[in-house]
């Protein structure tokens, strides 16, 4: 069918692409993303996309940037743990409604998204968003759990030298990434010291029981040197009796 793929960034979209291709879909692919701060972050994945794009022969069109509309839907559920599947899910569906909108009125028979290729997002909710997206307009929502495919894109976009962000896009979800960076850091070096206080003790603990081996080593060296001088004494005495 004539697909439209909505791409949040370019390593995300290799697998979905080359999938989506493989069964027979027309595809053009959708970049709008009002959640991406700052602007330049925005920019850069656009134009990583846009270059592996025209690599591949595949039309891409962008849509309205306005990061003040996402901020109104999503970002007013702030930097909380607890709403954060909620802030993702608001910022699916104003991303994914843009998208569907954009391709009832230009031709096209379906709808499909490369969010569903982190393991980090909440599938099931994409999932959701985007029958919900594709259901006004009468689209065919496409949807397939790339999830499986993550590792391979991973590899994939490195050896091709491609531009890869730590973080989801917004500002709220690049404070969260810099929080769990640090988590993690703080975690290993935690664990470094763990395993050095670890290393020390059981450094001791070898220590001194090379030191009681050399002690008892000494004390049975210095009983049997003991032992010997007392059988030469008692010979020596024994060749003196001898003598008389």
């Not at 995300?12 to 009002?34: F, K, M, W």
């Not at 909108?101 to 028979?109: D, I, K, L, N």
């Not at 979800?173 to 290993?188: K, L, M, P, T, V």
């Not at 059981?202 to 090379?210: L, P, S």
Request: net charge positive; charged share 25%.
């Amino acid at each position: 069918m004539k697909l439209l793929l909505h791409a949040c960034c370019a390593p995300c979209t290799l697998e979905p692409l080359r999938i989506l291709a493989q069964e027979g879909h027309d595809i053009t692919v959708s970049y709008n993303n009002s959640n991406i701060h700052p602007r330049s972050e925005y920019d850069k994945r656009l134009a990583v996309l846009v270059d592996y794009c025209q690599s591949q022969g595949i039309e891409l069109v962008e849509g309205i940037y306005d990061p003040q509309s996402w901020a109104r839907v999503a970002g007013v559920f702030g930097d909380n743990p607890e709403t954060r599947q909620q802030r993702c899910r608001q910022c699916y569906r104003l991303r994914l409604e843009e998208a569907a909108r954009f391709a009832a009125t230009h031709g096209f028979e379906g709808l499909s998204t490369t969010l569903d290729v982190s393991p980090y997002q909440y599938i099931p909710v994409i999932e959701e968003e985007l029958n919900r997206a594709c259901q006004p307009w009468g689209l065919t929502a496409v949807f397939r759990d790339f999830t499986p495919y993550y590792p391979q894109a991973t590899k994939l976009s490195r050896a091709m030298g491609m531009y890869r962000q730590n973080y989801c896009g917004c500002s709220l979800s690049d404070a969260e990434a810099r929080r769990e960076r640090q988590e993690r850091a703080q975690q290993r070096k935690e664990q470094k010291e763990r395993a050095a206080a670890l290393r020390a003790d059981q450094d001791k603990i070898a220590q001194e029981q090379r030191a009681e081996a050399a002690r008892q080593k000494a004390a049975y060296q210095a009983k049997r040197a003991a032992q010997r001088a007392a059988l030469k004494a008692y010979k020596q005495a024994q060749r003196t009796d001898q003598d008389f």
